[in-house]
């Protein structure tokens, strides 16, 4: 091979490796890349003309002519946080909400040429939606039905943002504010019927062990009254016993007799440790059975009695 020849063949390579770039960058400018979750839309002399929405390389050689640009849309899922949303609820009260707004363009068309700014667009149906909607609403209802408010916020606004080609997937309300001074208010109400269920309670308790201590004192009188009432019982009883033991009876009234006409001694009992009995008393101990027999009269110088603990001597003189 001359010398010629491997001067062409290297030219020829040479010349090769230069167009291959050039070939791509030719084939660039009459191609469009459309990325996944993407939508290219191309318009001519500011009209849309054509929509791309297939992901990959697509052969558009009009794109190297200058009235013919490219704009591209985004289709994910995007989210917006609206803070500080003033209203007021039913009761007058002004509140601070917090939104959180989910949703996608599903209409690139719609959302380029529709509405001049969908964003700003946005902001303010949101704000006039939780205005009117949660407006009707107290503030603990509010709290407990965040969920069913966010989905009546969501299906307010879905009609008109579908307009704009977007689509609303969720609404939260996040987070519920009051006004410092308004919380104060609150609080100080709160506070206020906290002890107000305090006195209730506390008097309901006292009424409570009020009616308990009465029902008690009521039984209890009943049972001493029974008590009581099984005392005369209980003598009638001893006098009985007496009836059948005539000379324990005798001795027993003869000593009642001598307390009656001499009331300033004292009759005491041996055995009892020095405690005072009552005549009744030494009636119902007196003994039944056959150890009243021998018992000596009463006179002026030692009177006798029998109880259940043998004879006793009676002081006096």
Do not use: C
């Amino acid at each position: 091979m001359s010398s010629s020849e491997v001067f062409r063949l290297v030219f020829g390579v040479l010349a090769g490796m230069a167009l291959i770039p050039l070939l791509i960058s030719i084939g660039r400018l009459m191609t469009v890349e459309v990325d996944d979750e993407d939508a290219v839309l191309v318009t001519s002399f500011g009209r849309l003309v054509r929509t791309l929405r297939e992901p990959g390389m697509q052969w558009m050689p009009a794109r190297v002519l200058p009235w013919v640009s490219l704009r591209t849309v985004s289709l994910r899922r995007d989210f917006r946080l609206f803070d500080d949303v003033h209203v007021n609820d039913a009761r007058g009260t002004t509140l601070m909400v917090d939104l959180w707004l989910e949703f996608r363009i599903e209409d690139p068309a719609k959302a380029l040429f529709g509405v001049a700014d969908w964003d700003r667009a946005l902001q303010n149906l949101v704000s006039h939606a939780a205005t009117s909607i949660l407006g009707n609403r107290e503030f603990s209802q509010i709290l407990s039905d965040r969920t069913e408010l966010g989905e009546r916020l969501q299906q307010d606004i879905s009609d008109e943002t579908a307009r704009w080609g977007l689509k609303i997937e969720r609404v939260f309300i996040r987070n519920v504010k009051l006004l410092p001074e308004v919380s104060r208010q609150i609080f100080g109400t709160i506070a206020a019927r906290l002890e107000r269920a305090k006195a209730a309670l506390d008097e309901n308790g006292r009424l409570a062990a009020a009616q308990l201590e009465a029902d008690t004192g009521v039984k209890v009188a009943a049972l001493v009254a029974e008590a009581k009432a099984q005392y005369p019982l209980a003598v009638g009883r001893a006098f009985s016993a007496l009836r059948e033991q005539p000379e324990v009876l005798k001795a027993y009234q003869e000593l009642y007799e001598l307390s009656l006409l001499r009331p300033h001694r004292t009759v005491a009992f041996r055995g009892f440790e020095g405690e005072a009995m009552r005549a009744v008393d030494a009636a119902m101990l007196s003994p039944t059975g056959g150890e009243a027999s021998g018992i000596a009269p009463l006179n002026g110088h030692g009177e006798r009695m029998l109880s259940a603990h043998g004879e006793r001597v009676i002081n006096g003189r």
